[in-house]
C-alpha cells in the first residue's frame, strides 16, 4: 500500500493566471521554489496544468498554452519536486474554463429556461461585470477539445503521482447536445426526472472517460474529481477519492 499513506502537509496552489498576465513562469527558480516548501515542512502540493482561464502551464500541442508562458513550469515543478521527494498531484479544470466558454457559447451548460450557469447569476451581488466562471457541459465536444486532450498530455509527459480534476458534477442540462441524447436514450427533456438521469449519465461517462485515461497509464496514480455531490454516493467512489484498490485516500 505504498501510495495509500497520506502526506501530512498538504497544500493546493491556487494557480488562475489570465492572458492580461506577463511573463508567466519567466522567474521560477527551482532552489527557491522548494526551499519554501521545505521551511513549510509541505510534502505534498498541487500544481496547476490548466486553469480556469483554459490556460496551459507546459509546452502543450493545443492551442491553450499561456500565451505569456515563458518556460515549462508544469515540467520543472515535477522535476524539482521529485528530487526533493515531495509528492505533486497536478490540477486540470473542467467545467470552468473561461477560453472555452467564449469560444464556444453553445458548449455552455443550458438549464431548461434558457439559462446560462455562471456568470452573472453566480456572484449576483458582486460589483463586477465579471462574476464568475460560465459552466461547460461534458456532454458537448467541449470535453474531446479540451478535457481529454489536456489529460492525456499530461499523463503522457510526465506520469504524475495524481491528477485533481476540478468542477466537476451533475449538472441539469438542456444545450443541444444534451438534448438530442437524451431523445436517442428515451429520456423527455421536459421531464424533470428526466433530466436528473440524464446529468447522472453525462457524469459517469466523464467520470469513466477521465478516469480511464489515468489509470491505463498509472494504475498507481490517486484521482480526485472535486465536487461538493459525493456525499454518500458510493455509485461514484469506483472513480475519485482513492487510489485504485484502496477507499477513502484524498489525493490532494
Ligand atoms: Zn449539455
Known amino acids: 500500500m505504498k501510495n495509500a499513506k497520506l502526506r501530512y502537509r498538504q497544500v493546493h496552489l491556487d494557480f488562475h493566471t489570465s492572458e492580461h498576465c506577463p511573463n508567466v513562469g519567466g522567474k521560477?527558480?527551482?532552489?527557491?521554489?522548494?526551499?519554501?516548501?521545505?521551511?513549510?515542512?509541505?510534502?505534498?502540493?498541487?500544481?496547476?496544468?490548466?486553469?480556469?482561464?483554459?490556460?496551459?502551464?507546459?509546452p502543450t500541442n493545443t492551442d491553450m498554452e499561456h500565451p505569456n508562458l515563458q518556460t515549462d513550469l508544469v515540467g520543472r515543478m515535477l522535476a524539482a519536486a521529485k528530487k526533493a521527494d515531495i509528492n505533486m498531484p497536478v490540477y486540470i479544470t473542467v467545467?470552468?474554463?473561461?477560453?472555452?466558454?467564449?469560444?464556444?457559447?453553445?458548449?455552455?451548460?443550458?438549464?431548461?429556461?434558457?439559462?446560462?450557469?455562471?456568470?452573472?447569476?453566480?456572484?449576483?451581488?458582486?460589483?463586477?461585470?465579471?462574476?464568475?466562471?460560465?459552466?461547460?457541459?461534458?456532454?458537448?465536444?467541449?470535453l474531446e477539445a479540451s478535457v481529454l486532450p489536456v489529460l492525456t498530455e499530461v499523463m503522457d509527459m510526465y506520469n504524475p503521482s495524481g491528477i485533481f480534476l476540478d468542477i466537476t458534477g451533475e449538472e441539469i442540462c438542456t444545450c443541444d447536445w444534451c438534448i438530442a441524447s437524451m431523445?436517442?436514450?428515451?429520456?423527455?427533456?421536459n421531464n424533470a426526472g428526466d433530466q436528473v438521469i440524464h446529468s447522472q449519465e453525462v457524469y459517469k461517462d466523464y467520470l469513466t472517460k477521465t478516469t480511464d485515461i489515468i489509470w491505463s497509464r498509472n494504475?498507481?496514480?490517486?484521482?480526485?474529481?472535486?465536487?461538493?455531490?459525493?456525499?454518500?454516493?458510493?455509485?461514484?467512489?469506483?472513480?475519485?477519492?482513492?487510489?485504485?484498490?484502496?477507499?477513502?485516500?484524498?489525493?490532494?
Open 28 to 58: 521560477f527558480d527551482e532552489d527557491q521554489f522548494i526551499g519554501a516548501l521545505k521551511k513549510g515542512h509541505v510534502n505534498s502540493i498541487t500544481i496547476f496544468a490548466q486553469c480556469h482561464h483554459g490556460w496551459c502551464y507546459y
Open 95 to 142: 467545467q470552468w474554463q473561461e477560453k472555452a466558454a467564449r469560444e464556444h457559447p453553445e458548449w455552455r451548460v443550458r438549464r431548461p429556461d434558457g439559462g446560462y450557469v455562471g456568470r452573472p447569476t453566480m456572484h449576483p451581488h458582486t460589483p463586477l461585470p465579471h462574476g464568475g466562471w460560465y459552466r461547460l457541459c461534458c456532454n458537448t465536444p467541449y
Open 219 to 252: 494504475p498507481d496514480a490517486t484521482i480526485y474529481h472535486n465536487g461538493s455531490d459525493k456525499k454518500g454516493r458510493h455509485d461514484l467512489y469506483p472513480h475519485s477519492h482513492q487510489v485504485k484498490g484502496y477507499k477513502a485516500i484524498n489525493s490532494w
Open 183 to 189: 431523445h436517442e436514450k428515451g429520456l423527455d427533456p
